[in-house]
């Protein structure tokens, strides 16, 4: 990443950082995919989408350290559980194909919406992080409709697999619009927008793929949050044992 | 994945505008628009593309290797049909 100034406060590093987590987490979830895809070809355009994402976070991730005077890899790996800021929809366990392609569509779909926003956002680095990835994340909308589409509307076998996925990630996606006191600031100065704004074009957008791939759209009842907050679930730990293990047992490890 | 479900594709890539499209490889997928996702994931990731082509390799009619020499041994001996016989005018560089 180029030189740049670091951010104007610590509210717009915490926000750079909250989206930095949200992508490094889901990108680590997807490289698990990694010789595991149900075709070679899919392999590959997981780890696609994987990279993409992992380069947000670096982008984001350096931006948001820096106020601080943290790395990217001091905040990746050598932060705690609770430290981390990234939204439970992003660390849910892949579970079958179905669940991570829905994962994966209610994701893009609101990281579309963000990031066409911070493309006009106050904050010249964010805005230019934005107009670099908003193409990326098109791509990825696209990727997970298509196969929502054939999932949704295919066999009984994976329309059932599919809207039993669904009803168990919907929950999670509330917490993407739920506006907490950083959020609220961010959009007061004109940083970033408000995340319920961006429900209703998420919804539409959502909603349409949904309704063609025959699936119903589940009920809006339990709405866990807690992610933005510190608070993660029981497979998140396991993860970060992960993703974490080899710069902690060995620090600073090149290759 | 069984490869009924999922049959074989040809991947066809420009890699720039005014060039022509080139065979790259196969892959497999279940139809064309997943087929064309396929080969911009597998074939384009280091910007070698600006457009796509995905053919059913079922689709293509290939000449066959034992044909090879009632196809194309005839030409060998016609030199006539290659322009060699013109000296080529000085300055021309494109020719």
Request: aromatic share 8%.
């Amino acid at each position: 990443m180029t030189q740049s100034s670091a951010p104007a406060s610590a509210e717009v590093a915490g926000y750079a950082i909250r989206l930095g987590d949200d992508a490094l987490i889901l990108s680590h979830r997807l490289s698990e995919w990694s010789a595991h895809a149900p075709q070679i070809e899919e392999d590959i355009a997981l780890a696609n989408i994987a990279l993409d994402l992992l380069g947000q976070a670096r982008s984001l991730l350096t931006y948001g350290g820096s106020f601080s005077g943290r790395s990217e890899d001091d905040l990746a790996y050598l932060r705690e559980e609770r430290q981390f800021t990234n939204l439970q929809l992003a660390e849910l366990e892949n579970g079958t194909f179905a669940v991570t392609m829905v994962r994966q569509l209610l994701f893009s779909c609101y990281q579309h919406e963000l990031y066409r926003d911070l493309e006009s956002s106050r904050d010249a680095q964010l805005a230019a992080i934005a107009a670099k990835a908003v193409k990326e994340v098109a791509y990825h909308v696209e990727h997970a409709s298509t196969w929502i589409l054939r999932l949704g509307d295919g066999t009984e076998l994976s329309h059932d697999r599919t809207q039993a996925a669904l009803e168990g990630v919907w929950p999670y996606s509330h917490e993407m619009f739920a506006d907490d006191e950083l959020a609220r600031r961010i959009a007061d100065l004109g940083v970033g927008p408000l995340p319920s704004g961006l429900r209703p074009a998420w919804l539409g957008t959502v909603q349409g793929i949904l309704t063609e791939a025959t699936l119903t759209l589940p009920d809006d009842d339990w709405k866990p949050t807690g992610g933005r907050a510190g608070l993660h679930t029981e497979g998140f730990g396991y993860l970060l044992a992960e993703m974490q293990h080899l710069h902690r047992s060995h620090p600073g490890a090149r290759w | 994945m069984s490869t009924a479900l999922t049959p074989l594709w040809e991947v066809f890539v420009r890699p720039a505008r005014g060039t022509n499209h080139v065979h790259v490889g196969s892959l497999h997928a279940a139809d064309a628009t997943l087929a064309l996702q396929n080969a911009r994931d597998l074939y384009t990731r280091r910007n070698e593309g600006v457009s796509i082509w995905v053919v059913r390799s079922a689709d293509i009619t290939a000449s066959s290797p034992e044909e090879k020499d009632s196809f194309f041994e005839p030409s060998a001996d016609k030199p006539y049909r290659h322009p060699t016989f013109y000296t080529i005018p000085e300055g021309v560089e494109h020719l």
